[in-house]
Structures are given as C-alpha cells and as structure tokens.
C-alpha cells in the first residue's frame, strides 16, 4: 500500500482499538484498514454561546429549549417578563465510527454508530458539566438493507440548512431518528419503522402511548440532477390510545416535499410538509398526532415547512437566511377548557460563517421566533448565538 492512497494506513486490529481509544489517530488520519475492512471515525468538537429573552416568562436552568430552539417550548402571555439567559456549553459535539468490509462476491456490509451529549442526562452546571453520552444512530447495511436506528426515510437530511442552532428550521422540518428496517433500489426507499403516539388526553396531559400493533410505513422517492435534488416521501401511521379502558386507533397520512435548488456556489433548500396525525414527526412534537376526547380519537392535521437561502460571500465567508413554520388545525370543541395547545409557530434567523482554514468555522447568529396557542397567548423569542466548531 502507498501514501497515494488516502494516507490509509495499515494496523493490525490490536493497534487500531488502542489508538482510537487513546486517541493517537490524530485529525489528518482517520481511517485504518484490518484486512477487507476499514475503519473510520469522525465527528465535530463545537462550543455554543447563547443569550435568550422571552417576552413572556422563561424556561427553568438546564431546560432542553435553552440549549436550542424549540418550538413548543416558548412562554406565552401570563409569564412575567425577565431578564435574558446566557447559556454556554458544549454539547452538540460528536463522535461517529464506521466500518466498510468487502465482502467476496464484491458487495460490502457497513455499519455506523454515533453519539452526541445534547438532550441528555447526567450532567450539572455546578462542577463537571458531565453529561452522558447518547445515541444517535447505529445501524449495519447491506445490498441495499439498512438495519437499525437512523434518520427517518420520511425525512430528507439533505435538505437542512446550515445554522448554528441544533436543528434550524425546528418549526417546518421533519425530524426523527429510530429503530427501522429500510430497503433502497434505485431512486426509491422504503421503510418500517419504530411506531409512537403523543395523544391529548381528556385531562389536557400529553399521554405518549407506545402499544401500536403496526409499525409506521413510509416510501420515498428522491430525484438528482445538476441544478440540485428534489424529494417527495409519503407516511402512514397507526396513532394508539390504550389507557385505562380506552381501546382506541385512527391510522394517519403525511406528505412531504423537499430539495435544493443550486445558484452557483449558492444554495436555495425547501420543506413543505401536511398530514394528519404527524405529531411527532413535524416541529420537534409542538402539537400531539391527536386528541382523545373521552370516547374517540382524533388525528390533528399540521402543515408544516421552511425555506433557507445560503450566499457565499466569498472562500471564506458564508449566510444562511431562513424563514420556518409550523400550524396545526385544532378542533377546539375537542378542547377542555384547561387545554390550550399550539396553534403555530413561525422562527427567521440569519447567521454569518467565516472559516479561516477548512474544517474550522466561527459564527453568529440571530433568530426571532413566535409562539401562539389556540387561546390567543402568544409569546416571543430573540435568540442571539456564537459558535466555533472544529470537523474532525
């Protein structure tokens, strides 16, 4: 073997496991092979700096929403109005290893793992900050199988824009990693995947309810060319509410469209997205898939999506502008007067990137974001975010 050859370098097992574990597989090496596999590991170190202020209230220290935007967590009216929040952590950094083995008949099997501390327990503020690491995906494919958890077949990864926020478009965009079994040929994917409810209860409390007898099923059909890609994937759901004596289902339907659109080294991607049912798939949960009312369930309709335009300003220096929503119809003769759940939520943000070397990047960003329940309480939100990430 050669330098040529991606500077990969040949270990045996045993010293590979004991680099990777004392970390003396520096940046610029990051593949090993063993024989017909090789191996990599990857990731991000990243620092987020963030100041919130909330028109109406706050959210308690250590809250997930102060770690990144999320919708269905901003205070509306009857909050007291406080001071802004600064926050500062590092817990959007992240670790992958993945291997590649050929396999005789020419075909090979992958697998992947990743984790990240974001949205996890185990940590405090006052001395260590040490949160526990958590999963994100790990799954094995092969001739076109994958199996295990990843990111949804009913979401289109590519589509999400580059923010410094966690997730971005939080209000427009599907979101969700879990356990599956997909099959891809050619342009098309499908797949069955882990089923879970967020229902309404009588009561107004979210009941998530983890007793379908099917799982959920997608397809998927993806389109390339030159100017960009364009993905249309359809869900269908069995939404459960088996509590007590209640024995309920309703089976739901969701569409989505997305893509980027290429301008030269600029970029225009999109998300549109409407169903019933979708709960959890849309908004990071802002709304339930349905309401029980005591004796039925109801599917809860969303629409849903975002648009976001990055300019390169030059080698260097780079923006993304993006504008995101999300609303859902509520039958409000379904609603006790004790229930006031989302009516919508819209977010824009702009940013500025700037990498002096490749791999590294500092950046600012602004995001403004508005919350209204079905009551007409509304609450703003004015984030301001620094950031320095390092892809390793």
Request: a negative charge; hydrophobic letters at 35%.
């Amino acid at each position: 073997m050669t330098t040529a050859r991606k500077n990969h370098l040949t270990l045996s097992a045993l010293a590979v496991q004991s680099a990777l574990l004392s970390g003396l597989l520096v940046s610029s090496v990051n593949a090993a092979e063993l024989g017909s596999t090789e191996v990599k590991y990857g990731g991000y170190i990243k620092l987020d700096a963030i100041w919130s202020d909330f028109s109406d209230g706050s959210l308690p220290s250590q809250h997930i929403g102060r770690d990144f935007y999320v919708p269905g967590t901003t205070p509306v009216s009857g909050g007291e109005p406080k001071d802004a929040v600064f926050d500062m952590h590092a817990r959007q950094s992240r670790f992958n290893l993945a291997t590649d083995t050929k396999l005789d008949d020419g075909s090979s099997i992958k697998t992947k793992i990743e984790l990240d501390f974001i949205a996890s327990a185990g940590g405090n503020e006052r001395v260590t900050n040490s949160y526990s690491p958590r999963i994100r995906q790990a799954y094995v494919t092969y001739k076109g199988w994958l199996f295990g958890q990843a990111w949804s077949n009913f979401q289109n990864v590519s589509a999400l824009p580059e923010t410094l926020d966690f997730v971005g478009p939080a209000d427009g965009t599907v979101f969700v990693r879990q356990a599956m079994a997909k099959y891809t040929i050619g342009n098309w994917s499908f797949s069955a995947e882990n089923p879970e409810s967020t229902v309404t209860s009588e009561g107004g409390a979210r009941v998530v309810t983890d007793d379908a007898t099917m799982p959920d099923f997608t397809a998927r059909y993806t389109y390339k060319a030159d100017w960009g890609h364009l993905v249309v994937a359809a869900l269908g759901r069995e939404l459960t509410y088996k509590v007590a004596t209640a024995d309920e289902s309703e089976t739901s339907f969701g569409l989505s469209a997305s893509g980027r659109v290429n301008f030269g080294d600029n970029n225009l991607k999109f998300m549109l997205t409407q169903g019933q049912g979708l709960g959890r798939y849309v908004g990071l949960n802002a709304a339930h898939g349905a309401v029980y009312d005591g004796k039925d369930l109801h599917a809860i309709d969303s629409t849903s999506g975002f648009v976001a335009y990055q300019h390169y300003w030059n080698s260097q220096w780079r923006s993304t502008f993006l504008y995101s929503f999300f609303s859902a119809d509520n039958d409000k003769n379904l609603l006790g007067v004790t229930v006031d759940p989302t009516e919508s939520t819209t977010s824009y943000s702009a940013n500025i990137l700037y990498s002096p070397v490749k791999k590294l990047t500092f950046g600012a960003e602004y995001k403004i974001a508005k919350r209204e329940t079905e009551s007409g309480a509304e609450g703003d939100l004015d984030r301001l975010q620094f950031s320095v990430k390092y892809v390793f």
